[in-house]
T-cell receptor, first 115, second 111 residues
C-alpha cells in the first residue's frame, strides 16, 4: 500500500478483555515501531522490529503487552486483560531502516477505549 | 535517562509572523533530529531532518537549526498561515537510539 495501514481505527472493549491491533507497514520497510499516545500526551515508545533481529521490547509497559511481526511485514500488538489506563491511540510506524535517519512514516493509529 | 523538552504552552501568533519552536534534549548525542507535524486525530507527518554536522536546513517556509553544543534545535515557520496550526514534535535519533519524541508544542496561527 501507499502508506502505513492500521486496523481497527477504533476499538471499544470491556475491561479484562484481550485486544489485537494490526499494522501493515510500507512495503519494503525493514523497521517497524509501535508507539502509544494518551490524550494530550507525547508519543511513548513501545516496541521496535528491525528485519530478522530480535525486537527491542524495552518500552512495553507490562507483560500484558506483546507484539509480533510475521514474515518481516505485518505486525500485531496484543494487549491482554485490558485496563482503563490502556485507553490511548496506538500508532504504528515504519522506515527503511533506523540508523541512517530515514523518515519514519506513521499510520493514523488505532484508538482504543477500555470501558 | 534521555529527555526531550518542548514548550508545553501553546504558541499563539498572528498570521504572517514567524513562529519559532524550541526543542532541547539532555543525555543524548543524536546523529540527527527530525521534526514532525501532528494534526488532531491524525498520525505525525515528517517535515524535516537535520544531521549533527548541519547547522541549518530549509524547506520552503520552514527552517531548522541544530546546535549540538547547546543540545537544542529551533524550528521556524516564516510567513505563518492559519493552516500551519498544529502540534509540532521533535525527535532526536540515530545510531543506537530509538527515535524518541518530545510532547510537542501546539502552534495556533490567528488570521
Amino acid at each position: 500500500g501507499a502508506g502505513v495501514s492500521q486496523s481497527p481505527s477504533n476499538k471499544v472493549t470491556e475491561k479484562g478483555k484481550d485486544v489485537e491491533l494490526r499494522c501493515d507497514p510500507i512495503s519494503g520497510h525493514t523497521a517497524l515501531y509501535w508507539y502509544r499516545q494518551s490524550l494530550g500526551q507525547g508519543l511513548e515508545f513501545l516496541i521496535y522490529f528491525q528485519g530478522n533481529s530480535a525486537p527491542d521490547k524495552s518500552g512495553l509497559p507490562s507483560d500484558r503487552f506483546s507484539a509480533e511481526r510475521t514474515g518481516g511485514s505485518v505486525s500485531t500488538l496484543t494487549i491482554q486483560r485490558t485496563q482503563q489506563e490502556d485507553s490511548a491511540v496506538y500508532l504504528c510506524a515504519s522506515s527503511a531502516d533506523r540508523g541512517s535517519g530515514n523518515t519514519i512514516y506513521f499510520g493514523e493509529g488505532s484508538w482504543l477505549t477500555v470501558v | 535517562s534521555q529527555k526531550i523538552e518542548q514548550n508545553s504552552e501553546a504558541l499563539n501568533i498572528q498570521e504572517g509572523k514567524t513562529a519559532t519552536l524550541t526543542c532541547n534534549y539532555t543525555n543524548y548525542s543524536p546523529a540527527y533530529l527530525q521534526w514532525y507535524r501532528q494534526d488532531p486525530g491524525r498520525g505525525p507527518v515528517f517535515l524535516l531532518l537535520i544531521r549533527e554536522n548541519e547547522k541549518e536546513k530549509r524547506k520552503e517556509r520552514l527552517k531548522v537549526t541544530f546546535d549540538t553544543t547547546l543540545k537544542q534545535s529551533l524550528f521556524h515557520i516564516t510567513a505563518s498561515q492559519p493552516a500551519d496550526s498544529a502540534t509540532y514534535l521533535c525527535a532526536p535519533g540515530g545510531g543506537s537510539y530509538i527515535p524518541t519524541f518530545g510532547r510537542g508544542t501546539s502552534l495556533i496561527v490567528h488570521p
